[in-house]
């Protein structure tokens, strides 16, 4: 049997499941008036006696976590009530709860739920404050995909940290449990109790388009450190942790956002690769594990999607690696688990499968009546909903909802982006940035010598509400460190004009800096490098997402990796270019030749610092 009790640290100690079921005083009428009342956390027999009462089609609606629009529970613009009329059929989350009995909302910024820290604790006390005022009122799991890196729901002012990949290239546990500590502290201030993340994929695949940076790395062994520090970390702040995309979603070239992906490991494999990070977070006590739309016929050969096969949820997750906390599918929009079967079919089918949580379903209308009809219809036994029910209670008592739900103002003000969380990002960073390439000790450039900088290179849209375009962060940067800096953002694909328009800017500067995103070998990102080159110039690229633009790169004279292009990766990279401070990371992936896959150019660990360099590459 899943412990939870093991893997909690910090001063905030989360009680064992043991202590949180033990028999305790009833379950009173807090439950179902205001939020700031507080209750007996209850044991299980009393969790038990509350399914006991409620209806059918309340013990549906809390299978279910759901999207809606609107940065208020009550009161959203006008533009996000016509939204949810339009996707759900409702006005505002309080009318969703109302009318389907949700058991949680997952938080969206396209969805307008995060404007800022005090709105979205606004928001969840208003979720809160709906849910416990219908009967029998239940407190509610409040989560968000808040992995940081490439993937945050929440941006600034909220503390951003360095993605997982580069986490992975730092390879400190300590700096893992503190990214969940305090970004479980801030989120739980706003209201957020659940958060999707941590990513416990090994990434082995260069070409993973949903994946790449944001996996620790590729060897499972300290993946499999990193997801248990972090899961530990956020669990002591009182979030619960998820660890995704179970069996594995590391060694795919298919987005499962957009179609089905197939994993080809054998089993000896999966067992010795995929496997070990899911292990560790079981044995860290992790609260929750999501599961992947990919078919993986050596687990199963049915052609089913992980999330709805019970070989691999009921008879690995749960028997084999013996977990018996909280599984939750993967969107349930997504393409992967769309491919096969209907949206009436695919929330039944989960549940049959072992699966508690049901995501974001397309149409919770057509999703909720589904399951409501399996078990009216004898597909589906009401005992079964019970097992996910009382694995979803158990986790609200855990993290202490039936005792306090309020998100305070106050508690944003103490908690959310302080100086002292900003401070540990930024340190953080610093130990994560990875020199791949310095010939001729090119780097630290000397603001005296090279003084002027042209900064160009690739504009993504900027993640987590930080500031972007890459060129721009970097240029800002160099200039508070002495550096004259112009910004010329060049874009992904740089036209001829635009190339010729850099290369002509780069006549007036001491030295360019590149930010590179994704290069391929017909990239013109790459005829951007060569041209600058040309000129003389020294260059230094910045692989602002994944690591293997460097062996696009087969000239360049300095190479860094930042692992993702928020600011505070994009700030510790500039000051690593200025030698404020030494490049500490170690690459956690291998990197391949670009004209020989199969060589690797560049192995796990590789990473240079300021005063040891290898022979020239060949």
Excluded at 564 to 579: N, P, Y
Aim: hydrophobic fraction near 45%.
């Amino acid at each position: 049997m899943h412990d939870t009790s093991t893997g909690s640290t910090g001063s905030t100690a989360r009680p064992s499941r043991r202590a949180v079921l033990a028999a305790t005083a009833g379950l009173t009428a807090a439950l179902t008036v205001s939020t700031t009342a507080r209750a007996a956390v209850p044991g299980e027999h009393r969790l038990r006696a509350l399914i006991s009462r409620m209806t059918l089609e309340e013990k549906v609606g809390q299978l279910f976590v759901m999207r809606v629009y609107g940065h208020s529970a009550t009161a959203p613009d006008q533009a996000d009530v016509d939204a949810n009329l339009t996707e759900i059929g409702v006005r505002t989350a309080a009318e969703l709860i109302e009318k389907y009995r949700v058991g949680g909302i997952i938080y969206f910024s396209w969805a307008h739920n995060t404007r800022d820290p005090q709105q979205i604790a606004d928001l969840s006390d208003g979720i809160q404050r709906a849910s416990l005022s219908q009967p029998r009122g239940l407190p509610m799991l409040i989560a968000t995909d808040q992995e940081h890196g490439a993937v945050c729901r929440i941006g600034r002012p909220a503390t951003l940290f360095p993605g997982a990949m580069a986490i992975g290239a730092g390879g400190s546990t300590a700096d893992a449990r503190t990214l969940g500590r305090i970004s479980g502290a801030e989120l739980r201030a706003m209201g957020v109790n659940q958060d999707y993340s941590p990513d416990a994929d090994v990434n082995v695949n260069p070409a993973n388009p949903v994946i790449g940076v944001r996996s620790f790395g590729a060897d499972p062994e300290a993946v499999a450190r990193l997801v248990a520090a972090e899961v530990e970390g956020y669990q002591a702040s009182r979030v619960a942790a998820t660890a995704k995309h179970f069996p594995g979603h590391g060694d795919t070239a298919v987005d499962s956002h957009y179609g089905f992906p197939v994993i080809t490991h054998s089993r000896e494999l999966w067992s010795e690769l995929d496997a070990v990070p899911f292990r560790a977070a079981i044995r860290a006590g992790v609260d929750s594990i999501m599961t992947a739309h990919i078919e993986f016929p050596a687990l199963d050969d049915s052609g089913d999607p992980a999330t709805l096969s019970h070989p691999i949820v009921t008879g690995i997750l749960r028997g084999e690696l013996g977990y018996d906390g909280v599984v939750i599918t993967d969107s349930l929009g997504m393409q992967g688990v769309r491919t096969k079967y209907g949206d009436d079919r695919v929330p039944v089918l989960a549940l049959k499968a072992g699966v508690d949580q049901l995501l974001n379903p397309p149409s919770v209308d057509v999703a909720w009546h589904a399951v409501l009809r399996a078990v009216q219809e004898g597909e589906l036994t009401e005992a079964r909903l019970d097992e996910s029910i009382l694995r979803i209670l158990r986790l609200k008592a855990r993290l202490g909802l039936f005792e306090h739900t309020r998100a305070e103002q106050a508690g944003v003000d103490r908690t959310v982006g302080t100086r002292a969380h900003l401070a540990a990002a930024d340190r953080m960073a610093e130990r994560t940035t990875t020199l791949l390439v310095n010939e001729d000790d090119l780097l630290p450039l000397d603001h005296r010598a090279e003084r002027r900088i042209l900064v160009v290179g690739a504009d993504p849209a900027s993640p987590s509400g930080t500031t972007g375009p890459p060129a721009d962060v970097l240029a800002a940067a160099l200039t508070e460190l002495g550096f004259t800096a112009t910004a010329l953002t060049t874009g992904m694909a740089p036209s001829a004009a635009v190339v010729s328009e850099a290369v002509a800017a780069a006549q007036d500067a001491d030295a360019v800096v590149v930010a590179t995103y994704n290069v391929t070998a017909r990239s013109a990102q790459r005829t951007l490098v060569e041209r600058l080159q040309a000129t003389g110039r020294a260059v230094v690229a910045v692989a602002v997402r994944n690591p293997y633009d460097v062996a696009q790169l087969p000239t360049v004279k300095a190479c860094l990796a930042t692992y993702c292009w928020t600011d505070v990766e994009l700030r510790a990279a500039a000051r690593v270019i200025a030698g404020r401070v030494a490049p500490r990371g170690r690459l956690p992936v291998p990197v391949q030749r670009a004209d020989d896959p199969a060589q690797v150019l560049y192995p796990i660990g590789h990473g240079l610092s300021y005063e040891t360099y290898p022979a020239p590459r060949a």
